[in-house]
């Protein structure tokens, strides 16, 4: 069964840290890995994609690797601010369907 | 461009009654999938269209089903309620056609809320 775990599951920082979301997957053939974030009661709005030939993507204060030797990925947020306060939600596709499979979510907590 | 559009936003239905929700895709893109987000299962995935063919379906009951039109809006259609039907469905569209190696644009989807 393909699985995508997330760890922690809830976080809570204060402003202007920097931190590390982490998602694990058990499947080594996938096509690229999303990373999306979630307010509560609302749809999901894609943050990065990465490819599966590619290491890393930046965006702003956002970057996120790929290891797909290891199955990882890591969401990196520099100077975290109340605003990323969200449910941040990574997702796979891969196999020979068109897919998403997603794991269960980080809820992230930055304080003033 | 507009976004993925969802309507309604908000339904409340009954046991034993059935529902469609509408989906309508970013300008331009060609597939549409359908998810079901609950805080005990997380996103599952239900179905995926592309040129008015399911291309993959998610382990869901046959009272799940869906079509697609071909102007590319989609449909998804709920027969005889349950009360674990209740969710957050969301639609996302992408202009992929082949190996799903697009970004997925999801829609702000539709409350169900059956009792």
């Known amino acids: 069964k393909q699985e995508v775990t997330q760890i922690p599951a809830a976080l809570s920082v204060p402003e202007g840290e920097n931190l590390v979301l982490n998602c694990s997957f058990t499947?080594?053939?996938?096509?690229?890995l999303q990373w999306f974030r979630q307010d509560p009661g609302k749809g999901l709005t894609s943050l990065l994609l990465i490819q599966s030939s590619q290491r890393e993507q930046t965006s702003g204060r956002l970057n996120a690797s790929l290891d797909k030797s290891s199955g990882r990925s890591t969401l990196y947020i520099a100077a975290s601010q109340p605003g990323d306060s969200a449910t941040y939600l990574c997702?796979?596709?891969?196999?020979?369907?068109?897919?998403?499979?997603f794991g269960k979510g980080t809820l992230l907590t930055v304080n003033p | 461009k507009a976004g993925v559009t969802q309507t309604p936003r908000y339904l409340i239905k009954t046991r034993g009654q059935q529902v469609t929700l509408s989906c309508s895709p970013i300008s331009g893109h060609r597939s549409v999938s359908w998810y079901q987000q609950t805080p005990g299962q997380g996103l599952q995935f239900l179905f995926e269209y592309f040129s008015e063919t399911q291309r993959n379906k998610g382990n869901f009951p046959g009272r799940f089903s869906g079509r697609q039109f071909s102007n590319s809006r989609s449909e998804m259609n709920v027969s005889t309620l349950e009360l674990g039907d209740s969710a957050l469905y969301l639609c996302?569209?992408?202009?992929?056609?082949?190996?799903?190696?697009?970004?997925?644009?999801f829609g702000p989807g539709t409350r169900l809320t059956v009792l």
């Open positions: 996302a569209s992408s202009p992929e056609g082949t190996s799903g190696r697009a970004r997925q644009f």
């Open positions: 499947d080594s053939a996938i096509y690229n």
């Open positions: 997702a796979y596709s891969g196999g020979s369907n068109y897919k998403l499979t």
